[in-house]
């Protein structure tokens, strides 16, 4: 019987872990797990494990947490500590998922069989960091996991195994994620199994797009928009940033809406039931079925307005 495989894996949310829990159900041995250092979360800011270092430790991995992997970059004694771990490990390949460092050419080269990641997107379409936010944003029928031998480029490597995943017009980020984490790591075990039976083919020239980085500010809701784009929108931003709006100076956490017929001025809430509150849209209207104050929980529509009433001509703004 073949010896297992020794992989090191980067990684770090919890998309990553779940692909890390894979690899070991599987028995594949992992040496060396690489994260992001700790992190500030929460209200008290104290700092947090990644998902995967927690998991790492519980299974007795040696866990390394570089700010940089340069060797010629603003931490070069980190990125010289983790070279070393990295030689340490004697592993056969890398695996890479959600890590949120640039690997540079030396880590590439460092393996015998090469970095694999494992992207949740069909390549080369939304290439880069959001690329779940950005297809329920888009409005895509599919998507899915990539595994792709990694070069130099931002996710331009040549594909070795895809899988597609139906977008359902009610998935969120949150609940698509944990679909393509599942698909991601049973996707990684096949292909470590494959090994050289797997064919590596070169992404299409054509369909390349990038999926930007989510930024705190695209939560502002544009009232001005279709309806049908601020409900993609809301589940594209759930769980961070959501949707917002202001209401008669009031900030409003908007979590999601269904879009339905109505005309007014964008932002005019046009009806108020126990179904929820209906706006006017750039086309169209959105009746918003779960809102949230600040400093309270995400409401149902009724629950909500028990709380806080909205009245028929009241006006939502940025």
């Not at 770090?12 to 992001?36: H, I, K, S, Y």
């Not at 700010?67 to 983790?82: F, H, T």
């Not at 590596?200 to 930007?212: I, K, L, S, T």
């Amino acid at each position: 019987m073949a010896k297992p495989l020794r992989v090191v894996f980067a990684g770090t949310p919890e998309f990553a872990a779940t692909a890390l829990d894979a690899l070991l159900r599987a028995g594949f041995e992992v040496p060396l797990v690489l994260t992001q250092p700790d992190r500030p979360a929460g209200r008290g800011m104290k700092l947090q494990a990644s998902a995967v270092k927690e998991l790492a430790l519980q299974h007795g991995i040696t866990v390394a947490q570089p700010r940089s992997l340069r060797l010629d970059g603003k931490y070069p004694d980190e990125a010289a500590a983790a070279r070393q771990a990295l030689l340490d490990a004697q592993a056969d390949v890398m695996v890479v998922a959600a890590y949120g460092l640039i690997l540079p050419q030396w880590v590439l080269d460092w393996p015998p069989l090469g970095c694999l990641n494992i992207h949740a997107s069909l390549l080369p379409r939304w290439r880069g960091a959001a690329p779940i936010h950005r297809a329920i944003e888009a409005g895509d029928a599919e998507t899915g996991i990539t595994i792709m031998q990694m070069d130099a480029g931002l996710d331009t490597g040549a594909m070795l195994l895809m899988e597609r995943e139906a977008i359902a017009a009610t998935d969120t980020t949150a609940s698509l994620h944990d679909r393509l984490a599942v698909l991601g790591g049973r996707m990684i075990v096949a292909a470590l199994a494959a090994g050289a039976d797997l064919v590596a083919r070169p992404q299409p020239a054509e369909g390349v797009n990038y999926a930007h980085k989510i930024e705190k500010a695209e939560a502002q809701i544009a009232w001005t928009q279709p309806a049908a784009e601020i409900e993609r929108r809301l589940r594209a931003f759930d769980p961070f940033p959501g949707g917002l709006s202001q209401l008669d100076g009031e900030a409003i956490k908007c979590w999601r809406g269904e879009v339905c017929a109505g005309n007014g001025q964008p932002g005019e809430v046009l009806s108020v039931d126990e179904r929820g509150v209906v706006v006017a849209c750039g086309e169209q209207a959105l009746r918003l079925t779960e809102m949230q104050r600040a400093g309270a929980k995400r409401l149902p529509a009724q629950a909500f307005l028990q709380a806080r009433p909205i009245a028929v001509g009241a006006r939502f703004t940025a």
